[in-house]
């Protein structure tokens, strides 16, 4: 089944630095790939996805980029603000399989003032 | 507004206890996922379920069940709880691949 991984599990940066988290994934034919952002003691929630056809998404402050070659993708925040702080997981998923959503282990992002 | 709620926010058993967490949305979504939460290893599926009576086991099946009898209702079942199932669990919704949407989790202590 799909193996999704996760670098690096914790990053701190200086406010208004740029912060970058990355995964790899292993089922070449994943097709689907979001991210969340879980802020402490609350739900994950959608903060941008990319679709294989796509090779870069941006979103204001927000980038993921995909290299279906390499199989992976990451994430991309700049000018980092100390509400940024949070923990964001990446995730792949294939349509054959109606959509399983796999997830990476997570990355603590800390924005220091 | 998309709703998934989860039956309870915090939950004590005892060890060997038969555990029922309920989760219900209210989008039609055919997708619900059932995950796991543990520190520094992320959201590790337990069970999905693409349709009803429909399910796929996870990367963690073990120990666990479910059941998918009405499209909006996904239960998972701890058939004889365990001291390593103490955990949060997280209850997912969606359309097949688009924005997954969680419910608020519930942190079980098995004792």
């Known amino acids: 089944g799909e193996n999704v991984e996760q670098h690096p599990s914790t990053l701190s940066v200086q406010e208004g630095d740029s912060a970058v988290i990355k995964c790899t994934y292993s089922d070449s034919a994943s097709n689907y790939f979001p991210w969340y952002k879980q802020e402490l003691g609350k739900r994950p929630q959608l903060i941008i996805d990319i679709r294989s056809n796509v090779g870069e998404k941006k979103d204001q402050r927000i980038a993921v980029t995909l290299n279906k070659t390499a199989k992976h993708f990451s994430l991309h925040i700049t000018e980092t603000q100390p509400e940024d702080s949070a923990v964001y997981f990446c995730?792949?998923?294939?349509?054959?399989?109606?959509?399983?959503?796999?997830f990476g282990q997570g990355t603590e992002l800390s924005v220091k003032p | 507004d998309v709703k998934v709620t989860q039956s309870s926010r915090y939950l004590v058993k005892r060890t060997g206890e038969k555990v029922f967490l309920e989760c219900v949305q209210d989008?039609?979504?055919?997708?619900m996922f059932w995950y796991r939460q543990d520190p520094g290893l992320g959201l590790r599926l337990i069970y999905f379920?693409?349709?009803?009576?429909?399910?796929e086991k996870g990367d963690i099946p073990e120990g666990y069940s479910v059941s998918r009898e009405k499209k909006e209702r996904f239960s998972l079942i701890l058939e004889s709880a365990s001291t390593n199932q103490t955990s949060m669990y997280l209850c997912?919704?969606?359309?097949?691949?688009?924005?997954?949407?969680f419910g608020q989790g519930t942190r079980l202590t098995v004792v």
């Open positions: 989008m039609d979504h055919e997708n």
């Open positions: 379920s693409y349709d009803v009576k429909m399910k």
């Open positions: 995730a792949a998923s294939l349509d054959n399989q109606g959509g399983k959503l796999i």
């Open positions: 997912a919704s969606s359309f097949r691949q688009s924005e997954a949407f």
